[in-house]
């Protein structure tokens, strides 16, 4: 029998133990297992009950994303759901660890279920942009009634077994040994007799028609709102659920599964949860390990390092905040505090825990305070004379085993490093702002970084439940990079014609939470506008420029905090109006440089920035700044609200079609050869028949 499904015979049950690690993923050689256990259960008179469950950390927590790319083999999940459940004898799911999607639905095929106390469940396959393609649609309400069955699929959340709304799914909770637990209730059920219990049989989650129904169109109208298409599909199967027999809901679930599983969208979804993973392996962890972190240091108590703070005391950390005076210091302490609070408010921290983390709060005027610290981070203002100041201190102060890092965005790493004894200590540790919430945390590796400090970054990347990604040293390392040119290409719009209204407008429709010129308006024109006089000097006089942020800015309209920006904000209102005077600067700018305006689509503003930004992301690679594709893709979705649906600008382009999107960039670089410059590499994939996501699996 496959090695994959361990086969036991414990007096009169038979335990089908799943043995696939690391999560036990529904893979063919374990379904196969699974029905190869059955059969043998089921012709052996002596057993008279079957036990499903996990080795390891965990019952299975679904099919094997993997597999989805080929058609499947034989048997499908669905099937080996379906024979479960026709099964002669009773089958009890013991479920431990995280019982997800396909996983789940094996539970569901059972005909009893006991759980360990500390067990999750769940169905988050919308995340990967299908649905439970095997019976979950139609058990999942039978069990459940709508509400919960919805609220399962449509948040793929997890639910704790021990949540109240859980009961209806599981038996029995247990604590303890889970194995014999689920002997034990196997022998009851045995002994009294029971029969299996097949969930398509239920029909009590129907018992309100009228019920089930108003939830059903309530839930249809919300997702209909959503961009991703397996919300609606997930409903409509639901009503399916209800409305006919089982077999034919299987049918209905079945076909939409197919649909969903082709569709960009979900292979966008799949790829980016490839890719996160894959991009919190940086190749520096071979080589390095990572110090224990429990007390660290953070320098500047500004918006970025009350965040930083805010994130590391919520991880159980200890932390030291470091500011240049006492008023300062108490501005700091206060801000840390407000975040704690605020989650407070909101339900997400409870009090004693707000207590506990402020107990391992601290704070100090003077740079000493960071001797006895694991790891310091500095978060002041993006300036390499003060940055190198507060290295040069801090060399003298921490011990030899102190890990430094520089929260810097744009500065190059390897300046800052320079004025350091052991730079390979350095690591640049990107945060985004708000630091307590955002996930993604770029791990900035510069020419004398050592892996052990690339090694903590990332472990202390982890501690905070943040993504880590690496990226080289260059004039904002991958995101602000990619950033860049898309603000940059939208400008040049701007200026050639499209209001930003428009622009705007198109972006989301993209998917962009926000287009790109509210953005600018709420993170406040003046920090691009100061960044923008310190590299005047330096800017190629033959680069373009849009001046229209700077007459904005001229004109104190920085944005949502001054009432005006791109958008007008009467009365302190948080969305913007269009204002017809910025529409006049921009007219007057235009007549100034001689452009004759042209109108846009929204088809050409979308895919102009996604060349921009996929042809930046290709230079990132060539010049070895991003590691893999999936990195760049990882960025872009947790620290600039690119759609999670379209999977990053790489795998869009993907799905463009690299010949396509190369025609574009020769279009483009034929207008403004300076800044269109298409990179080589759109080249040699579209001629060896290749995407960029090979280089992914490649790499
Ligand atoms: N298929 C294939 N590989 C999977 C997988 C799956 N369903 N789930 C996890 N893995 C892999 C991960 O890629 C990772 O591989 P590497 O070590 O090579 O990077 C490894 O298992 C461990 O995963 P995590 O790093 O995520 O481990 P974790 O402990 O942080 O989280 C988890 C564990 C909660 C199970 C998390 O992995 C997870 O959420 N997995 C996805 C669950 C899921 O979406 N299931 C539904 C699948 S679709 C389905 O079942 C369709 C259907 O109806 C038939």
Not at 301 to 313: E, K, Y
Not at 340 to 354: K, Y
Not at 620 to 627: F, H, P, Q, S, V
Request: glycine share 10%; with cysteine.
């Amino acid at each position: 029998m496959s090695d994959a499904v361990i086969y036991q015979v414990e007096g009169d049950v038979a335990v089908l133990a799943v043995n696939n690690p690391p999560v036990n993923a529904l893979s063919h050689a374990v379904r196969v297992g699974l029905v190869e256990g059955l059969d043998h259960a089921l012709a052996d008179d002596t057993v008279r009950a079957i036990m499903l469950i996990g080795m390891g950390r965990t019952f299975p927590a679904g099919a094997d994303i993997r597999e989805f790319v080929s058609a499947p083999k034989d048997p499908w999940l669905p099937e080996v759901c379906n024979r479960l459940e026709a099964a002669s004898k009773p089958v009890i799911a013991a479920v431990h660890g995280t019982a997800l999607g396909g996983g789940f639905e094996v539970a569901l095929g059972a005909h009893y279920r006991i759980a360990d106390d500390k067990a999750a469940f769940g169905l988050p396959e919308v995340t990967l942009g299908i649905l439970p393609g095997a019976g979950g649609t139609q058990r999942a309400p039978r069990l459940g009634g709508a509400e919960v069955a919805l609220d399962l699929m449509l948040s793929g959340r997890p639910m704790k077994v021990t949540d109240k709304r859980a009961g209806v799914f599981f038996d029995r909770v247990v604590s303890g040994d889970l194995r014999q637990a689920a002997l034990e209730y196997a022998a009851e059920i045995i002994a009294d007799g029971a029969n299996p219990r097949p969930t398509r049989d239920i029909t009590d989650g129907f018992r309100d028609a009228a019920d089930y129904q108003s939830v059903v169109q309530d839930k249809l109208a919300e997702v209909s709102r959503r961009p991703e298409i397996a919300p609606v599909e997930i409903v409509r199967c639901v009503e399916a659920a209800a409305l006919l027999p089982f077999d034919t809901g299987m049918a209905f679930e079945r076909a939409a599964f197919d649909t969903l599983v082709a569709s960009d969208h979900s292979d966008a979804l799949r790829h980016i949860f490839f890719a996160e993973r894959k991009a919190a392996k940086l190749p520096e962890l071979a080589q390095g390990t990572a110090r224990d972190i429990d007390r660290v240091g953070i320098v500047g108590g500004g918006t970025m390092g009350a965040g930083i703070a805010a994130a590391c005391l919520s991880a159980g950390l200890r932390v030291m905040l470091v500011e240049r005076d006492g008023t300062l210091l108490d501005k700091g302490l206060s801000r840390i505090r407000d975040i704690l609070e605020r989650d407070v408010r909101r339900g997400r921290l409870g009090i004693d825990r707000f207590e506990d983390h402020l107990s391992r709060l601290q704070g100090r005027d003077d740079l000493v305070a960071m001797a006895d610290m694991d790891l310091v981070i500095e978060a002041v203002i993006e300036e390499m004379d003060v940055k190198q100041q507060i290295f040069a201190q801090l060399d003298g102060i921490v011990g030899e085993n102190t890990v430094l890092a520089t929260n810097t965005s744009y500065l190059d790493i390897n300046e800052i490093a320079s004025v350091l004894e052991q730079p390979e200590m350095l690591v640049g540790l990107h945060f985004f702002s708000p630091a307590h919430v955002m996930r993604l945390l770029e791990v900035v590796v510069g020419e004398r970084t050592g892996a052990d400090a690339v090694a903590t970054g990332v472990a202390l990347a982890k501690r905070l439940g943040k993504i880590p990604v690496r990226s080289g040293v260059c004039d904002g390392f991958i995101g602000n990079s990619v950033f860049a040119a898309y603000r940059a290409v939208c400008d040049f719009m701007m200026e050639d014609g499209a209001s930003p209204y428009e622009i705007d407008k198109a972006m989301r429709s993209f998917g962009m939470a926000l287009g790109p010129f509210q953005v600018s308006d709420l993170a406040g024109l003046d920090i691009a506008w100061a960044r923008r006089k310190r590299l005047a000097p330096t800017r190629d006089p033959a680069d373009r420029y849009v001046v229209v942020a700077d007459r904005l800015c001229e004109r104190g309209w920085f944005g949502q905090k001054t009432g005006r920006g791109y958008y007008r904000y009467p009365d302190g209102a948080r969305k913007g109006e269009p204002d017809p005077e910025v529409l006049a600067i921009i007219e007057a700018e235009r007549a100034v440089a001689g452009i004759v305006p042209r109108s846009f689509s929204v088809k050409e503003i979308q895919r102009r920035v996604l060349a921009a930004m996929a042809n930046t992301g290709a230079r990132l690679l060539r010049e070895g700044i991003a590691t893999r594709p999936g990195d760049i893709d990882t960025v872009l979705v947790h620290g600039y609200g690119y759609p999670r649906w379209r999977g990053g600008p790489m795998k869009t382009a993907d799905q463009a079609g690299l010949l396509a999107l190369k025609a574009d960039l020769e279009r483009f670089a034929a207008e403004y050869p300076r800044f269109w410059q298409v990179e080589p590499v759109f080249d040699a994939l579209q001629r060896e028949g290749r995407h960029f996501s090979d280089l992914d699996r490649e790499s």
